[in-house]
């Protein structure tokens, strides 16, 4: 079963927009991460967050956690037609090492 | 090149036939992981790896089969292929800290 849940499903914004991701989840975690997917290829790692962290940045990435509410955001500043993808969140609790994805998020960035 | 590779990227088969995706890492990575992605279910671990001769389940193993004999391959097979085995499948690594490297994808389809 999906641990993590991201909200919207669907998002379609204006290049130079912020988008903001969201994920909720429902267990107790190590580390939350989020990845994406261009169409027709594998998933990438973008950034990792620890469960004692509440903020972290990598370039036009900012990726909040709360773990009182077990959610998480990710934001993409100033998004580009390139940033068009799938986003995943993926939690990981470090039990046997997996993680476990959520059904993604589908950003269309219009030129 | 160092990376994981996966082959075939594409296969169509027919149901009751055995096949095997191929997955090879050359980063020497313990733990290695097989995905099935479809829609409407984002992604689903199989089964997983955390060294060679160790192997255990994922979410959805039934029909599935893994070996892993050197570090490097992990090879997945469909035992007997049915159609809703139809899909997507990723093999990925674990570096480090927790963050997963994900190979290309095999496109299969079982008619």
């Known amino acids: 079963s999906q641990q993590g849940e991201e909200d919207p499903q669907a998002l379609s914004i204006q290049e130079g927009e912020n988008a903001t991701m969201n994920c909720s989840y429902k267990?107790?975690?190590?580390?939350l991460q989020w990845y994406r997917q261009n169409s027709g290829r594998g998933l990438v790692h973008l950034i990792l967050?620890?469960?004692?962290?509440r903020e972290k940045h990598s370039g036009r990435l900012r990726v909040t956690l709360d773990t009182s509410k077990k959610s998480s955001s990710l934001l993409i500043t100033a998004s580009r037609a390139a940033d068009t993808a799938s986003y995943f969140c993926?939690?990981?609790?470090?039990?046997?090492?997996?993680?476990?994805f959520g059904k993604g998020i589908t950003l269309s960035v219009r030129p | 090149d160092a990376g994981i590779t996966q082959s075939p990227r594409y296969k169509i088969t027919e149901t009751g036939r055995q096949v095997t995706l191929m997955c090879h890492q050359t980063?020497?990575?313990?733990?290695m992981f097989w995905y099935r992605q479809d829609l409407g279910h984002g992604l689903r671990l199989i089964y997983y790896?955390?060294?060679?001769?160790?192997?255990d389940k994922g979410e959805v193993p039934d029909g599935y089969v893994v070996s892993r004999s050197k570090t490097e391959n992990f090879p997945l097979t469909l035992e007997s292929a049915t159609r809703s085995q139809t899909s997507v499948y990723f093999c990925?690594?674990?570096?480090?800290?927790?963050?997963?490297?994900f190979g290309p994808g095999t496109r299969l389809t079982v008619t």
């Open positions: 993926a939690t990981y609790t470090g039990a046997n090492s997996k993680l476990t």
């Open positions: 980063w020497s990575h313990s733990y």
């Open positions: 967050i620890r469960s004692n962290e």
């Open positions: 790896s955390a060294a060679a001769d160790i192997t």
């Open positions: 267990t107790s975690i190590n580390n």
């Open positions: 990925a690594t674990q570096g480090d800290p927790y963050e997963q490297y």
